[in-house]
């Protein structure tokens, strides 16, 4: 132990299992079977529940961000079920790196771990901004690789099945054939193949038909779309099961997906250095790594596209929208990707978008919450209702928040009323991708 805490090593990699956090529960999942490709034995964490928020509570202040305590929370419930061998379990736990606080969880985890009685146990950092140097968690190139096939592959999915289960003839055949394919992809990177590039694009037109082929009847629901604080907007844990909730209302649900906030990473990268000063070679590597992700991103749109189902902005259009509005020099909480993304929602017919936000996150309500007003001048049909989570936050009151929101787009919809953008989205992309036949 040095530093006061127990450093997880290269060797605890062959005798450790190490816990993780669910965030995006298609993506982590999948996710998952690129670490164990590299010979780390992982779980995803699936344990819910009020108990999990009340043991975060109990070891991290309220002050602190609402995301935290959950994650800590998570975790000391999952050491406290019995269920693991406390001498071989460690933690994995990301740090952002930058303004965001994120990058302090792990020394509030630490602590919590110390009070708990669980100090022995070693927390492995996952970041890309050289934070604990010490750790024996590395990120080798190859695993980047596959972890990023792995969030193109859940965004796909989640895409796939969202836009398919409100309207499917046999209930629960979408989320079924989501699994099906999980399994599948974990198939694959287990064996170390659809990973690269041209593996995926060969691969997304022949999920996309197989959701296509799923008995439907197309009848009119309201969409919505979610944005907000990374966490808060994918983990059931931290929205309270919203993407469930809004389902059992009938509607459809566009939640944008994980690589978007992957490329806004990258991005800042470059933007920084334009507005702030830097080296030239990293802005070159940003740009050309966002190339990369574009080719990949206009594959998976062109599938969509080609199984008749709507598909998001690609990314390098998506950057654009929040002109404007606010300026990419907001880079905390989400920054600038809050708002362009609501403006895309708004003008691709998601009209009504629940932007769930962590209280405790002043920046993220700035550039959510902040700016809902300017979107609703620029765009009337905009129905957006922010929701504060955080442990004294009930899950009624966030509910009926929504649900008055929802009662205004029902009538729309009983109406007829259409969203009318300001602001027209580009036409088709092409995509080197979308002639590749059959997939793996």
């Given at each position: ?167 499917e003839l046999e209930k629960g055949a979408a989320e079924a054939l989501a699994q099906k394919w999980v399994k599948t992809i974990r198939g694959w990177f287990l064996q170390g193949r659809g990973g690269s590039a041209k593996e995926m694009k060969a691969a997304f037109p022949g999920i996309a038909k197989e959701f ?229």
């Amino acid at each position: 132990m040095e530093g006061g805490y127990v450093h997880f090593t290269k060797e605890m990699k062959k005798t450790h299992t190490i816990l993780i956090p669910n965030m995006a529960p298609l993506q982590f999942s999948i996710l998952q079977a690129a670490l164990e490709r590299e010979g780390y034995h992982t779980e995803v964490l699936g344990n819910c529940g009020s108990q999990v928020a009340q043991l975060g509570l109990k070891y991290v202040h309220n002050d602190t961000c609402y995301p935290a305590l959950l994650v800590i929370g998570q975790f000391l419930d999952a050491l406290n079920s019995g269920k693991y061998d406390l001498e071989h379990t460690a933690l994995l736990i990301t740090q952002t790196g930058g303004g965001c606080r994120a990058s302090n969880y792990i020394h509030l985890l630490r602590k919590a771990l110390a009070k708990a009685g669980y100090g022995s146990i070693p927390v492995a950092s996952l970041n890309f901004s050289g934070l604990e140097k010490d750790s024996g968690f590395q990120m080798s190139l190859p695993m980047l690789k596959m972890a990023l096939a792995a969030i193109v592959y859940g965004d796909l999915l989640m895409t796939l099945r969202n836009q398919t289960a409100p309207y499917e003839l046999e209930k629960g055949a979408a989320e079924a054939l989501a699994q099906k394919w999980v399994k599948t992809i974990r198939g694959w990177f287990l064996q170390g193949r659809g990973g690269s590039a041209k593996e995926m694009k060969a691969a997304f037109p022949g999920i996309a038909k197989e959701f296509a082929a799923i008995p439907v009847k197309r009848t009119p629901k309201v969409k919505v779309g979610v944005v907000g604080e990374i966490y808060v907007k994918y983990s059931p844990l931290g929205n309270n099961g919203l993407e469930a909730f809004l389902a059992g209302e009938g509607c459809e649900v566009n939640l944008p997906g994980l690589l978007g906030f992957v490329q806004y990473c990258v991005s800042n990268m470059g933007d920084t250095v334009r507005l702030y000063g830097g080296s030239g070679a990293l802005v070159w590597g940003a740009e050309a790594l966002l190339k990369h992700m574009d080719g990949i991103e206009q594959a998976s749109i062109s599938a969509l596209r080609a199984a008749g189902y709507h598909a998001p902005a690609r990314f390098l259009d998506l950057r654009n929208m929040a002109d404007g509005i606010i300026s990419r020099g907001n880079k905390m909480g989400e920054g600038w990707l809050l708002t362009a993304e609501m403006v895309e929602l708004v003008t691709s017919g998601y009209e009504n978008i629940v932007c769930a936000q962590p209280f405790g996150c002043l920046p993220n309500h700035i550039c959510g919450k902040g700016m809902i007003s300017r979107i609703r001048a620029l765009y009337p049909a905009a129905n957006i209702t922010p929701i504060d989570y955080d442990p004294s936050a009930t899950p009624v009151n966030q509910e009926n928040r929504i649900k008055l929101m929802l009662s205004v787009a029902k009538e729309r919809l009983d109406e007829g009323a259409q969203a009318l953008p300001a602001r027209p989205l580009d036409g088709p992309v092409e995509s080197e991708g979308a002639k590749v036949p059959a997939y793996l």
